[in-house]
């Protein structure tokens, strides 16, 4: 089974800092997603990787496949990005992901 | 447009009670899932659907069935509901599995359920 790690587990920035979240995993794997929860409770997919990098709006994820890890990257962060940050792995099977604990972001203004 | 709608948001059993979570998508998904959240442990796959007339295993099925009633509609029951099953249940669904490309998942809001 894969074993997703993410860090830091929490993490407090002021308004307008760089902000970079970390996920390593065990096995290698065909995709990474990054999941955004709300303090309410719903998720909302931000990214699905396999290789390279991609950016939307102030967001960027890369994945690195030999090192096994993945970084997402906030720039110019904001209060409204405020939430907890996952990230899950899938490989062996089409239909099944291995999750991350998450990281709980709080940027202050 | 709804996306992924599941019902309810809230609800308290007493242990032994049964209960039918729903969850219906309007995106024409082939895929559909079942996931519990718990504090501190990742989300974990409880049942999924490939596709409809399909129902899988994923890594916590033990009380729990499941019904993919149409393309549409996919259900979890609790036959008899423990406090084990305390939990936050997510409904969600993606256009083919979620390895592949272009295959995101669109999650519901998710059922808070208690049960004494």
């Known amino acids: 089974k894969n074993e997703v790690e993410q860090s830091p587990q929490n993490l407090t920035a002021q308004e307008g800092e760089f902000i970079t979240i970390n996920c390593s995993y065990s096995?290698?794997?065909?995709?990474l997603h990054w999941l955004q929860q709300h303090p309410g409770g719903g998720i909302v997919s931000l990214f699905m990787l396999s290789s390279g990098k991609k950016k939307h709006g102030r967001l960027i994820a890369t994945i690195n496949i030999q090192e096994k890890h993945s970084s997402l990257h906030i720039t110019a962060s904001h209060p409204r990005d405020s939430a907890v940050y996952i990230c899950?792995?899938?490989?062996?099977?089409?239909?099944?992901?291995?999750f991350g604990k998450g990281t709980l972001l709080t940027v202050n203004p | 447009n709804a996306g992924v709608t599941q019902t309810p948001k809230f609800q308290v059993l007493k242990t032994g009670q049964s209960m039918t979570l729903q969850c219906a998508q309007d995106?024409?998904?082939?895929?559909m899932y079942w996931y519990r959240q718990d504090p501190g442990m990742g989300l974990r796959l409880i049942y999924y659907?490939?596709?409809?007339?399909?129902?899988d295993k994923g890594e916590v099925p033990n009380g729990y069935n499941v019904s993919r009633l149409n393309k549409r509609e996919f259900s979890l029951r609790l036959e008899s509901a423990a406090p084990s099953q305390t939990s936050v249940y997510f409904c969600?669904?993606?256009?083919?599995?979620?390895?592949?490309?272009?295959?995101?998942?669109?999650f519901g809001n998710g059922t808070r359920l208690t049960v004494t």
């Open positions: 096995v290698g794997i065909s995709a």
């Open positions: 659907s490939a596709s409809e007339g399909t129902t």
């Open positions: 969600a669904s993606s256009p083919e599995g979620v390895t592949r490309n272009g295959s995101p998942l669109h």
């Open positions: 995106m024409n998904h082939n895929s």
């Open positions: 899950a792995v899938g490989g062996g099977s089409n239909y099944k992901l291995t």
